[in-house]
């Protein structure tokens, strides 16, 4: 390795180690005020990236602050989230902790569950003890499959945990035939990518006043439940279910999956259907309803006010081209979180009461803590939205161009293309993004048509119509960034998933225009994935904007029309054009994208003489574990500096 690649690469490990410990606000355990309410107590979680142990690390801090001064009284220390904790979650009133655990005894792994009360552990259990618990381990925490909420008179706890099971015995030495249990080859089918743990779901509750686990009775053997919330009334939840029959399909990623909606009261069976709710929505007076959302490149927080019958759009304190995540609602006290692209997090809580005042300023908020910047960095980083219409239409497309405040220097446009395509690329922090533009580069986030945040009719544009219509919102993104600022600059592509497809194409139809692509798990081919991935409906929906049927499946080899397409809108078919250097990097357990099609890929690049180069990781479709994640970063700077003189 030359002296410059040795600098390539302590600089971007260095880069990548700095962002990599900035923290991030993720969520928020309890926010209680005083009798008065004068004094707020929260504690909210954060999370970082723990490089000496290679995975990701939680904490929370409690914070003490004073509405009538507006001044932050009291922070606390660090506190850790140990890595054997799969639950913990306060109550509402702040006087309970549940907390669920997980200890290797042996080649065992075992589940204990505690509920605190201030200091004293009032009640606990392991879950294999029969005499206790009618349920298998408990469900860790999953936006899609699982739930853990406690009741808003905090005297109840609703959980999912896993359905309990005989342990198997061997047909031979079983001495009854009750005694056999379920054989250990039985097959058992899970929620796809990411999601193999989720097998079986049973719903229980713990009563704080009797000390007892019981299931809720009369589960629908064919439904699987997967979110949950309380009402205002505590005897009553909501419940949103997933269809089991005839077999499942992916989940992560699938918001729109047909769901059905319950509502369970502790005197009678499930019934009648409700709107889907997020976490901790409710105010306590049952008035407003919290509703994070997506408009266009930007996180949003809307309130539905029951009182007035109308939606609130609650405008972030510090003005436009800024997100607002709203995390959850305490009494009447909303925790917000307000990021942008080089702003880990600012805790704001805002007071839902001012909603009512005739001036609408910004009194309402109040700031808890920000991130604290080294002075050189706070304003290191600026960004900038541009919007254009295609085809003369009123859909838009929306790029976020992310840059430093030097504009002397010639730095290389990285693209970042993302997947989905229903998905979207906001105004956040990421330590990626803000890596690689610390590494010397310049960054354009592109929201084609099709991508969330922008209305149905951008969802339906795109459908039937990839590979088609999201390479030309990208590619004219592009070329309207490069137009305003350096036309003659390298153009880096970076990008997973369906991203693939998009980038793909790019390559392959602009192939002296592009200098580098990165391609993490790409879709490349579609009539591969339609065989091969667990959502095949995703490749006749987007391809074709057909329906999936169940008991036609993926045998529809017979539709010759359908196979020409799939292979016509696939970017492998323009693997002859490509000039472009590829770099793929793949996991091998994907199977939203199976490993063997980004394989595929790479030898026919290889076969081409293209230079090219795989990297492989022990990981699923998102890659997102510490050792991989950072892995790749460095890996990608190390690629793109042997096509690029990049001075670091």
């Known amino acids: 390795m030359t002296t410059t690649d040795n600098k390539i690469l302590s600089s971007t490990i260095e880069t990548y180690r700095h962002y990599a410990g900035h923290p991030t606000l993720s969520d928020i355990e309890c926010c209680n005020q005083d009798s008065n309410d004068e004094i707020l107590h929260l504690t909210p979680y954060f999370s970082t990236k723990d490089l000496v142990k290679l995975e990701n690390l939680t904490y929370t801090r409690s914070f003490t602050y004073s509405l009538k001064t507006r001044q932050l009284l009291f922070t606390s220390n660090v506190t850790t989230i140990n890595g054997n904790i799969i639950r ?56 899609y ?31 009854k035939l009750d005694d056999l249990g379920e054989s ?17 779901c049973v719903v229980c509750i713990f009563d704080v006043d009797t000390k007892q686990v019981k299931l809720i009775e009369n589960q629908p053997k064919d439904l699987y439940f997967g979110q949950c919330t309380w009402t205002t009334n505590k005897d009553e939840v909501i419940l949103v279910a997933f269809r089991l029959e005839p077999y499942r399909l992916g989940l992560i990623f699938c918001e729109n999956r047909s769901s059905a909606l319950f509502k369970s009261e502790w005197d009678t069976q499930f019934k009648g259907l ?81 909603l009512d005042k005739v001036d609408k300023d910004t009194n309402g908020w109040h700031l808890i803590v920000e991130h604290d910047f080294k002075k050189e960095e706070k304003n290191q980083i600026v ?28 730095r290389p446009l990285m693209v970042s293309v993302h997947g989905g395509p229903n998905s979207v690329a906001t105004l956040n922090y990421h330590v990626d993004d803000v890596a690689y533009i610390s590494s010397g580069f310049d960054l354009l986030l592109v929201n084609y ?64 225009e592009y200098a580098v692509a990165i391609l993490i798990n790409p879709v490349t081919d579609l009539l591969h994935l339609y065989v091969t991935s667990d959502i095949p409906d995703w490749v006749l929906a987007q391809s074709t904007n057909a329906q999936f049927d169940f008991e036609t499946g993926r045998n529809l080899f017979k539709d ?6 799939l292979i016509e809108r696939s970017s492998i078919r323009l693997i002859d054009q490509i000039k472009t250097p590829v770099l793929l990097q793949l996991g091998k357990n994907d199977r939203r994208v199976p490993y063997s099609m980004g394989l595929r890929y790479y030898e026919c690049l290889k076969a081409r003489n293209i230079p090219t ?30 096509h690029l003189d990049l001075s670091l």
């Open 274 to 354: 409700y709107e889907p709710l997020p976490h901790l929505c409710y105010s306590c007076d049952g008035r407003y309803l919290l509703l994070p959302s997506i408009s266009g490149s930007r996180d949003v927080l809307y309130i539905y006010d029951f009182t007035e019958q109308k939606m609130i759009s609650i405008d972030s304190p510090l003005g436009v081209n800024i997100s607002v995540k709203g995390l959850a609602i305490f009494g009447h006290y909303i925790a917000v979180n307000v990021v942008d692209c080089r702003t880990p997090y600012r805790f704001y809580i805002f007071d839902l009461k001012t």
């Open 560 to 565: 010759t029309a359908l196979i020409k397409h």
């Open 145 to 175: 499959a699982s739930f853990f909420e406690w009741s808003p008179d905090s005297r109840r706890l609703i959980f999912t945990a896993e359905e309990k099971r005989k342990p198997f015995k061997s047909y031979f030495t079983a001495e």
């Open 88 to 143: 913990r979650l306060a109550s509402p009133d702040g006087k309970y902790l549940a907390l669920v655990t997980k200890e290797m005894k042996g080649e065992q792994e075992l589940h204990y569950v505690q509920i605190w009360h201030d200091e004293h552990l009032i009640f606990g259990y392991e879950v294999s003890d029969s005499k206790i618990s009618p349920h298998g381990k408990i469900l860790p925490k999953n936006d």
């Open 449 to 512: 048509r099709g991508s969330t945040g922008f209305g149905q009719a951008s969802i339906d544009k795109l459908l039937g119509n990839i590979s088609k219509t999201d390479v030309e919102d990208c590619h004219e993104a592009i070329q309207r960034c490069l137009k305003y600022t350096d036309p003659n600059r390298p153009v880096i592509l970076i990008g997973g998933s369906h991203a693939g497809v998009i980038i793909g194409r790019l390559i392959g139809e602009y192939p002296d």
């Open 613 to 642: 180069k795989l990297y492989v990781y022990d990981s699923n479709h998102a890659i997102r574990e510490v050792p991989n994640d950072s892995d790749l970063f460095v890996n990608t700077i190390l690629f793109i500096s042997e």
């Open 184 to 200: 250990f080859s039985t097959y058992r089918e899970n929620w796809g990518e990411q999601m193999e743990t989720f097998e079986t």
């Open 383 to 410: 960004w900038n939205l541009d919007r254009f219409f295609p085809d003369n239409e009123t859909i838009p497309v929306e790029s976020i161009y992310v840059h430093t405040c030097d504009t002397q220097t010639k």
